[in-house]
């Protein structure tokens, strides 16, 4: 499990990462060889609360922590302010899409309880009638409800949208921000 901040260090003395803090999209992207360990010329790393972590079964031997750890920690921290706006724009985006449904959703909840209280008493209901009135108490149940749905349904993709809508401008700020720095592999 890749925690941030994730990047890979090749032999060749260049300090990859991406946006996705995923060690296997930063090797895809990098066209790099996942083979045997011992061929292998790059290290999985992570910075974890300002600890080095090598993420392999062991390390080679052209490896060394102490050079490795400083550029790591200088990269994470660069790209540390873009991360932190856009989370930040994501967590507005998805409050206001919160704020959003909650009318739709306390009045799709409120229909629901008025109608299932109908459809409840209408199943008190004994003998022959009982069939009849199950069938009449589901169809004023939904008939109920359908306006509310509606409104909820609506009010969901409004929201959802304007969510979406806001991660792009977030995410498009986000990649802006962090394609100059060297060892960014883009998708």
Same mark, same amino acid.
């Given at each position: 499990?890749?925690?941030?901040?994730?990047?890979?260090?090749?032999?060749?003395?260049?300090?990859?990462?991406?946006?996705?803090?995923?060690?296997?999209?930063?090797?895809?992207?990098?066209?790099?060889?996942?083979?045997?360990?011992y061929?292998?010329?790059?290290?999985?790393?992570?910075?974890?609360t300002?600890?080095?972590?090598?993420?392999?079964?062991?390390?080679?031997?052209?490896?060394?922590?102490?050079?490795?750890?400083?550029?790591?920690?200088?990269l994470?921290?660069?790209?540390?302010?873009?991360?932190?706006?856009?989370?930040?724009?994501?967590?507005?985006?998805?409050?206001?899409?919160?704020?959003?449904? &909650? =009318? *739709?959703?306390?009045?799709?909840?409120? !229909? @629901?309880? $008025?109608?299932?209280? #109908?459809? %409840?008493?209408?199943? +008190? /209901?004994?003998?022959?009638?009982?069939?009849?009135?199950?069938?009449?108490?589901?169809?004023?149940?939904?008939?109920?409800? &359908? =306006? *509310?749905?509606?409104?909820?349904?609506? !009010? @969901?993709? $409004?929201?959802?949208? #304007?969510? %979406?809508?806001?991660? +792009? /401008?977030?995410?498009?700020?986000?990649?802006?921000?962090?394609?100059?720095?060297?060892?960014?592999?883009?998708?």
């Amino acid at each position: 499990m890749c925690r941030f901040f994730s990047a890979v260090a090749t032999r060749d003395e260049r300090l990859l990462f991406c946006e996705t803090d995923s060690h296997e999209d930063i090797v895809s992207r990098a066209g790099l060889r996942d083979v045997d360990l011992y061929l292998r010329h790059f290290v999985r790393l992570e910075l974890v609360t300002s600890q080095l972590v090598v993420d392999e079964t062991s390390i080679p031997a052209w490896f060394d922590k102490t050079v490795w750890y400083p550029r790591v920690e200088s990269l994470k921290n660069r790209v540390s302010g873009a991360k932190a706006a856009y989370d930040t724009a994501l967590a507005k985006a998805e409050a206001a899409h919160d704020a959003a449904l &909650a =009318p *739709a959703r306390a009045a799709y909840g409120a !229909a @629901r309880v $008025t109608a299932g209280a #109908a459809y %409840d008493a209408a199943l +008190v /209901t004994t003998g022959a009638a009982y069939d009849t009135a199950l069938a009449k108490a589901r169809v004023a149940y939904l008939t109920a409800i &359908a =306006p *509310a749905r509606a409104a909820y349904d609506a !009010a @969901r993709v $409004t929201a959802r949208v #304007a969510c %979406d809508a806001a991660r +792009v /401008t977030a995410g498009a700020a986000y990649m802006r921000a962090i394609q100059p720095f060297e060892g960014y592999i883009g998708a």
